[in-house]
T-cell receptor, first 115, second 114 residues
Framework: DTAVSQTPKYLVTQMGNDKSIKCEQNLGHDTMYWYKQDSKKFLKIMFSYNNKELIINETVPNRFSPKSPDKAHLNLHINSLELGDSAVYFC??????????????FGPGTRLLVL | GDSVTQMEGPVTLSEEAFLTINCTYTATGYPSLFWYVQYPGEGLQLLLKATKADDKGSNKGFEATYRKETTSFHLEKGSVQVSDSAVYFCALSPYGGATNKLIFGTGTLLAVQP
């Protein structure tokens, strides 16, 4: 069983389009995250949700809107896609938002290419 | 702010060679420290972690010791295999605060040749 799954795995789209990436975890975790990995492999947190509540928003453009319908799902919607949005987007989850020693479990990533 | 610095890659080694990937951090308080590994085309997997000073994390022959005095968490393995070829990320999770987020280093590509 896949612990953290993302769909789609690959996404190729035109500039200006709107797209969504979905994430689901079956670990029973309360907290979920979105990270962006750029072309140089640098990883940076974008958002974190705990029990459907937004707790981290790391100065991400408001074209990016996360949505958590329940604590097992965290989706990422991106409006008006730009070339610079091309990256790999990773979803992750962990058990508690304030326990700094908690391990985060990552999904396989969604490779987004904006043309 | 909190940050992680790790050695630039790529690191190219022959099979059975000794591996060290350096990682140092800047943080207030006592963060938790992690090494994650990313195999080609895959997501990140936790390799090992340490949550307090002098703790040693270990897994699959890899080790790293949390050194508060030198703010370091260097990754070592005594004998690498071709299957260890991957990108290795050092990361910290800040202590306290309202959230649990990972701050990553830039990653180090390891290429092991037969």
């Amino acid at each position: 069983d896949t612990a953290v799954s993302q769909t789609p795995k690959y996404l190729v789209t035109q500039m200006g389009n709107d797209k969504s990436i979905k994430c689901e975890q079956n670990l029973g975790h309360d907290t979920m995250y979105w990270y962006k990995q750029d072309s140089k492999k640098f990883l940076k947190i974008m958002f974190s949700y705990n029990n459907k509540e937004l707790i981290i928003n790391e100065t991400v453009p408001n074209r990016f809107s996360p949505k958590s319908p329940d604590k097992a799902h965290l989706n990422l919607h991106i409006n008006s896609l730009e070339l610079g949005d091309s990256a790999v987007y990773f979803c992750a989850s962990s058990g508690h938002p304030r326990e700094h020693q908690e391990t985060q479990y990552f999904g396989p990533g969604t490779r987004l290419l904006v043309l | 702010g909190d940050s992680v610095t790790q050695m630039e890659g790529p690191v190219t080694l022959s099979e059975e060679a000794f591996l060290t990937i350096n990682c140092t951090y800047t943080a207030t308080g006592y963060p938790s420290l992690f090494w994650y590994v990313q195999y080609p085309g895959e997501g990140l997997q936790l390799l090992l972690k340490a949550t307090k000073a002098d703790d040693k994390g270990s897994n699959k022959g890899f080790e790293a010791t949390y050194r508060k005095e030198t703010t370091s968490f260097h990754l070592e393995k005594g004998s690498v295999q071709v299957s260890d070829s991957a990108v290795y990320f050092c990361a910290l999770s800040p202590y306290g605060g309202a959230t649990n987020k990972l701050i990553f280093g830039t990653g180090t590509l390891l290429a092991v040749q037969p």
